[in-house]
């Protein structure tokens, strides 16, 4: 049952999650993305950590783009979630994704070396071990993150991400819908 599933059966331990710290370059981010990309596990996200190696947010795709875009397409403030309007832009965008063209390489290599730390995507909200499936897609889709990091004993000790509390959805979908709606279907 769904209600019975709890972060501590969802979360993936911290060690194992890529992450770079605050001060990384733009570049080096995207050059770890790219490689995570390809792992098995197919890691979305990169964990921004401090020099105290407490968990401050994470780098989505969405991040990395609009961070080497025009700064028209760059976060207005740290933190700044999912879909932003453009401050003045409100007409023609094809005119400006035009002009983003013709510089797009140069722009590109003039971002890299800025540090993540003003790309990221701020975590402000944490799980403990025995929080529910259900408190957990509240959280993130009442403040629009993709996974949230899970602390004991004031430690950050992993994260769980939507994407996992989806498949047990999922999961739980093709194990019990399915089968009697499959049935029916049949008949």
């Not at 401050?87 to 993540?116: C, Y």
């Not at 000790?157 to 979908?173: K, P, Q, S, T, W």
């Not at 093709?174 to 089968?179: A, N, S």
């Amino acid at each position: 049952m769904l209600d019975n599933h709890t972060v501590k059966d969802l979360y993936v331990q911290i060690d194992d999650y890529p992450n770079v710290m605050t001060g990384t370059p733009i570049g080096h981010a995207i050059y770890i993305m790219h490689h995570v990309l390809e792992d098995q596990h197919k890691y979305r996200n990169i964990l921004v950590l401090d020099e105290e190696d407490q968990l401050k947010g994470y780098l989505s795709l969405r991040d990395l783009i609009r961070a080497v875009g025009p700064e028209y397409m760059q976060k207005k403030k740290l933190g700044t979630k999912g879909n932003q309007p453009l401050h003045g832009f409100e007409q023609d965008l094809s005119a400006l994704s035009l002009i983003w063209q013709e510089r797009f390489t140069n722009m590109l290599h003039e971002e890299l070396a800025k540090p993540v730390l003003d790309h990221m995507t701020l975590i402000e909200d944490s799980v403990s071990l025995d929080d529910s499936l259900a408190k957990c897609i509240h959280i993130m889709l009442d403040r629009d993150v993709l996974m949230l990091p899970v602390v004991e004993n004031n430690e950050v000790i992993g994260v769980v991400r939507l994407v996992d509390c989806f498949e047990c959805i999922a999961v739980h979908v093709e194990q019990v819908w399915l089968p009697k709606n499959k049935k029916a279907d049949d008949e």
